[in-house]
C-alpha cells in the first residue's frame, strides 16, 4: 500500500510539473500502469497491455464534461485520417461513476466514436496516472510509455496533439 501511495504522489507531482509546459513532458519514458478496465461489451482490459502496433492516445472524459465531448467529437473528425496516416489509436477512458456510468454507451454510439471506450467507474486507472481534472489526454508510444500529456481542452489542442503523433511517428 505505501509502495502505491509513493507512485501515486511520484506521479501526480510529475503531471503537476508538467500541466505548467506541456510542450515539454515529464512523463517521458513512464510506463502505462497495469489496471483491469472494462470495455463497453463488458470484456476485462488491461491498460498496460493495450496491444496496438502504432502510438496511442489515452483521453479521460466524462459524460457530464463539456470540454470534454468537444474534445473528442473535434478528434473524431479527424480521426480516420490521423489512423491512416500514423497509426494512431484512440482510447476514450470514462470516469463516469456508479450512477453516470449508463449513459456512456448511449453517448458513444450517438456520436458514432470509432474510439475503444473504457469504463472507469471507480477512478483506479485515473488515479494511477495522477489525473485530477477530465479532460486530459496522454500519447503513449509503442512500447506503452507516455510520451506527452495534455490537461484541459481550447479549440485548436487536437492540432498541438497531431503534431505530437506526428513527431512520433517520424511523420
Excluded at 505548467?20 to 497495469?34: A, E, I, R, T, V
Excluded at 463497453?40 to 463539456?66: H, K, M, Q, R, Y
Excluded at 467507474?121 to 507516455?146: C, Q, W, Y
Aim: glycine fraction near 8%.
Amino acid at each position: 500500500m505505501k509502495k502505491i501511495l509513493l507512485f501515486s504522489i511520484l506521479l501526480i507531482s510529475g503531471l503537476s510539473v508538467n500541466a505548467q509546459d506541456d510542450s515539454h513532458s515529464n512523463d517521458n519514458g513512464k510506463k502505462l500502469p497495469s489496471v483491469q478496465l472494462v470495455d463497453l461489451e463488458g470484456n476485462a482490459v488491461n491498460t498496460a497491455a493495450l496491444g496496438f502496433d502504432g502510438p496511442v492516445v489515452i483521453s479521460f472524459w466524462a459524460t457530464w464534461c463539456s470540454p470534454c465531448k468537444r474534445e473528442l467529437n473535434t478528434i473524431n473528425d479527424l480521426y480516420v485520417d490521423w489512423q491512416e496516416e500514423t497509426g494512431v489509436n484512440l482510447v476514450a477512458v470514462s470516469i463516469d461513476d456508479q450512477k453516470t456510468k449508463n449513459s456512456v454507451p448511449v453517448y458513444v454510439n450517438g456520436k458514432g466514436w470509432e474510439y475503444l471506450v473504457l469504463l472507469d467507474p471507480n477512478g483506479d486507472f485515473k488515479r494511477a496516472m495522477g489525473v485530477n481534472n477530465v479532460p486530459h489526454t496522454f500519447l503513449v508510444n509503442t512500447s506503452g510509455e507516455i510520451v506527452y500529456s495534455h490537461n484541459n481542452y481550447a479549440p485548436g489542442d487536437e492540432d498541438k496533439l497531431y503534431e505530437e503523433i506526428l513527431k512520433l511517428t517520424g511523420k
